[in-house]
């Protein structure tokens, strides 16, 4: 019993455990200074459906549980604040002290853990007795960027759908969503000035039924569609801010665009009639470089960037297939008056744009693992996907690297043996052990440089995954077990222990009804 009290996923840097409990009872109130209210708030909104106590929120100092908050936290040159947190429980109440707020969001989240599982409930429990150990908790992140990425594109998910994921996110101390909102078979959120791009991208005519595999290929037929409005996005940012958790956006470019194209022709390379792609895959259409093509993708990026306050945005920059690069006479007198070598030079040129462009507003580009391949674009962030050593390379070069490569972060891949047993996924294996083993520091990156290395990344690619159900499937546990390794110390790492508190974690994961996995293969 002594050790479940304590299961806490991630587990925090130290934990010492003191005589007897807190109990809070309907009476109980919850204070906060001037910086600690809306983690107050937060707390309070947590605790009522479970045990129906309205707690209210003063700014009293003589009430049970108490949030002291230094200040808004001083974002460093990547926009990430401190997040650690301290955290005191005797049996007279419990103190949260924080030099930022993002460290009091995440005590938090340590502080629900605490208490029976039946606290994650989303309706009444009568006569339940809400208890907690004396604790003295030191905690802080191990790394900075902790994400989850979801691919919106290949099948849509609602805002409510979107925001209970970033809940379970935030329960369990990611502060990343990255979202895929574009790419060849869907376009998902509004631009003002190109109404085209949601009116004709955001909907397909059909979808792919079966495996990308399989031929032939089999689709159902029915339209499928959905996109997000810009009051719905600015609605997800606040519901992801008031869990410290950032969203970061990704517009995924010059490939991955077909149902750009469809909606906009004249972006694209041929006079091919278009259509928001069917099935997976990688499309072959591809942007233009003309200039037109480059102030359009700019006046996007300017859209964007007024939603999401994020330092960094995503351009994607992944499988842009060269084909018609290669076969446009246009493109060939493109890359020649721009004085560039080739196809791939272009494409590096084609980031840059988009890099200046993002520099002059103070943000930071950030892109999968190719847009280096044609050399190095200044100041970009880097998102390893591939199995490669282009990581370790960035980041000796000094570029900041998130890594997220597909080996073990696609969480989209298989997670248990049989896999004729599962439920069809891309492809892969990646287990909860595979998961848990993952070490972010890459091989070959120089002592030097490892900080360098500013996180990692779960990947939800969702051609497989139409439903939150499946969604949840294959994110959970593997999502507990990337938090634990983005939060926790490395040096501290046991995957015994891991499965110890993961077994009792489950309960809490089954008071949210959180359709995980239920196997926990090594
Ligand atoms: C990717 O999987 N294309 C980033």
Redesign the pocket.
């Known amino acids: 019993m002594e050790r479940e009290i304590v299961s806490i996923i991630p587990q925090p840097w130290s934990t010492e455990k003191n005589e007897g409990r807190f109990t809070l009872s309907c009476d109980s109130k919850i204070s906060a200074n001037a910086h600690g209210c809306e983690a107050a708030e937060l707390l309070a909104y947590y605790l009522r459906p479970a045990t129906g106590y309205a707690l209210p929120v003063t700014n009293r100092a003589d009430t049970a549980i108490r949030i002291n908050v230094g200040g808004n936290g001083q974002a460093d040159d990547a926009g990430f604040t401190d997040e650690s947190y301290e955290m005191k429980i005797d049996m007279q109440g419990v103190n949260i002290s924080a030099p930022a707020r993002a460290g009091a969001v995440r005590g938090i989240q340590t502080l629900r853990q605490l208490f029976p599982p039946a606290i994650f409930s989303d309706r009444r429990i009568e006569n339940h007795k809400w208890t907690i150990p004396c604790l003295h908790i030191n905690d802080k992140p191990a790394f900075k960027w902790r994400g989850m990425h979801l691919d919106v594109s290949r099948h849509f998910f609602n805002v409510e759908e979107v925001e209970r994921f970033i809940d379970l996110l935030a329960l369990h101390k990611f502060n990343i969503l990255h979202l895929h909102l574009t790419d060849d078979q869907g376009w998902r959120i509004e631009i003002k000035q190109y109404p085209g791009l949601t009116a004709i991208g955001a909907r397909r005519e059909c979808s792919l039924t079966g495996h990308e595999s399989d031929r032939p290929r089999k689709y159902d037929d029915q339209p499928y569609g959905g996109f997000y409005t810009q009051e719905d996005i600015r609605r997800l940012v606040d519901f992801a801010a008031a869990r410290e958790i950032t969203i970061v956006p990704e517009i995924d470019m010059p490939g991955h665009m077909q149902a750009a194209i469809s909606a906009y022709p004249e972006l694209g390379n041929t006079d091919i009639s278009l259509k928001p792609r069917c099935h997976w895959g990688i499309s072959q259409h591809i942007l233009n470089a003309r200039d037109s093509t480059v102030e359009f993708m700019k006046n996007v990026l300017d859209e964007i960037m007024e939603l999401f306050p994020s330092r960094f945005i995503h351009i994607g920059g992944?499988?842009a297939l060269k084909h018609e690069w290669s076969e446009s006479r246009e493109i060939q007198d493109r890359i020649l008056a721009l004085g560039l070598k080739n196809e791939h030079d272009l494409q590096r040129w084609f980031i840059g744009q988009m890099n200046s462009h993002l520099q002059q507003k103070g943000r930071r580009l950030i892109g999968?693992d190719e847009i280096i391949e044609g050399g190095i674009v200044a100041g970009v962030a880097v998102?390893n996907?591939q199995v490669n050593n282009v990581g370790a390379e960035a980041a000796n070069a000094g570029h900041d690297v998130v890594v997220?490569q597909?080996s073990h972060l696609?969480f989209n891949f298989y997670q248990s043996e049989p896999t004729a047993e599962e439920p069809p996924a891309i492809g892969g294996m990646t287990s909860l052990g595979k998961v848990y083993s993952f070490n972010p520091f890459l091989d070959g990156v120089a002592e030097d440089k490892k900080h360098h290395i500013i996180g990692a990344q779960g990947?939800l690619?969702t051609e497989y995954i139409s439903s939150m159900k499946q969604l949840e499937y294959m994110a959970f546990p593997r999502v507990c077990a990337l938090g634990e390794i983005l939060w926790s110390a490395g040096e501290k790492k046991s995957f015994r222990d891991f499965l110890m508190r993961l077994e009792y974690h489950r309960q809490r994961l089954a008071c949210l009804n959180v359709n995980a996995h239920q196997q926990a293969a090594v």
Do not use: L, N
């Open positions: 992944d499988e999968w998102m996907w997220a597909h696609y990947q690619w």
